[in-house]
């Protein structure tokens, strides 16, 4: 599973990429894309990890040697990259600067490196204007294998048996962060390394799309937007928005909810090799705009997902690098009148000839208590 999930030949396709992109090397500290290239789920420490792709070659790794154990137990300690250990008073920024051939002109920093590690590596080599590396790796990161696609099903598959679970958390009576805990306990035991998320709207909450677990009061007859997702063993993400409604539904409620699930459908009807992301989002902001509903669909359709929960490609107007089969992406179209409001959200993925759903509960309002 992680062999193929992390490929060894994934290592010189970024080399490539590196070189193509012009940059001398690529400086990859713990993060997605050091997950990405290696396997390595390396914790973010004060010290120095930091995998090394020279443009010519060979990649190796800088460790702090006391993690130098877990590097080699790690999928990136069968790829054959060197691992350099080094020493509390070495400088690991200098050991970098020295293995490399002088006079590098460009370099690639990972996105999330610290900006006082960025910051290190500007003064041991002061020639080499520092880049984003995520331009570099996006390409790939966004054109998933059938492993990944595989690992995303297997999240869409985990998220969506929480969601099963929910009806039973949900009752009027209980705060939102009371059923957000038992949502998290079941995020884990459904087979999730990590809980990412949980949004739990109600009423009111439920209009405002990023609503923080607070401590109302759910009361009987109000809609509940759940949003939630996490991380696997396998380091791919889940994210699937389902609507609830504790007892009766208010009647403009239930109005607008069928429009929300026919513009999410429309969108993913648009997914196709070849069709623009943001196509995708006008095929289903349209039909909220027809129905008189576009001023409270406030934000963007989708965004990729894979070892990050947001990711390109960003399924948003203006957004015309077409699509092609492999990309994997929320659609995620919401509705926010108040005093409540609405979103469905599932993974897709672009196939040869459409879109396969990677989360398969039902887009009904589900009635509870
Ligand atoms: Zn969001
Ligand atoms: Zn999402
Ligand atoms: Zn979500």
């Known amino acids: 599973m992680t062999k193929e999930l992390y490929p060894r030949e994934r290592l010189g396709r970024v080399q490539e990429e590196a070189a193509r992109a012009g940059l001398g090397a690529l400086f990859l500290t713990p993060g997605p894309d050091l997950r990405y290239v290696t396997g390595y789920d390396a914790l973010p420490l004060e ?14 790794m800088v460790v702090p040697r006391l993690e130098l154990p877990a590097a080699r137990e790690s999928p990136a300690g069968g790829l054959g990259v060197e691992l350099v250990p080094w020493d509390e008073t070495d400088d690991p920024f200098a050991l970098v600067a020295g293995r490399l051939p002088g006079g590098l002109a460009k370099v690639g920093v990972a996105d999330r490196m610290w900006a006082v590690m960025a910051l290190r590596f500007r003064a041991a080599l002061p020639g080499a204007e520092q880049v984003a590396a995520g331009r570099v790796l996006s390409g790939l990161r966004m054109r998933k294998s059938a492993a990944e696609i595989a690992a995303l099903r297997e999240a869409g598959a985990a998220i969506d048996r929480v969601h099963a679970r929910v009806p039973g958390f949900l009752k009027a009576g209980r705060t939102e962060r009371e059923v957000g805990r038992d949502i998290a306990d079941a995020i884990i035991a459904e087979g999730h390394a990590a809980v990412d998320f949980v949004i739990v709207g109600s009423g009111p909450n439920g209009a405002s799309p990023h609503a923080e677990l607070s401590d109302r009061v759910i009361g009987a007859g109000e809609p509940v937007v759940v949003d939630i997702g996490g991380t696997m063993p396998s380091g791919y993400c889940s994210d699937s928005t389902r609507d609830y409604c504790v007892g009766e539904p208010p009647a403009d409620y239930l109005a607008y909810y069928e429009v929300l699930k026919e513009a999410q459908q429309a969108s993913c009807d648009a997914v196709r090799p070849g069709a623009t992301p943001e196509a995708v989002d006008a095929a289903g902001r349209e039909v909220i705009a027809a ?4 001023e409270y669909f406030i934000h963007r359709t989708g965004h990729g997902i894979g070892l990050e929960t947001h990711e390109e490609p960003y399924i948003v107007a203006g957004n015309t690098e077409p699509l092609e089969a492999g990309m994997a992406f929320s659609i995620e179209p919401g509705i926010y009148p108040g005093p409540h409001g609405a979103r469905i959200e599932d993974i897709v993925v672009c196939t040869a000839d459409g879109h396969e759903r990677m989360n398969r509960t039902g887009r009904g309002l589900v009635v509870v208590g």
């Open 291 to 294: 129905a008189g509903y576009g």
């Open 47 to 60: 010290r120095l990890t930091c995998l090394v792709v020279p443009a010519e070659g060979e990649a190796f």
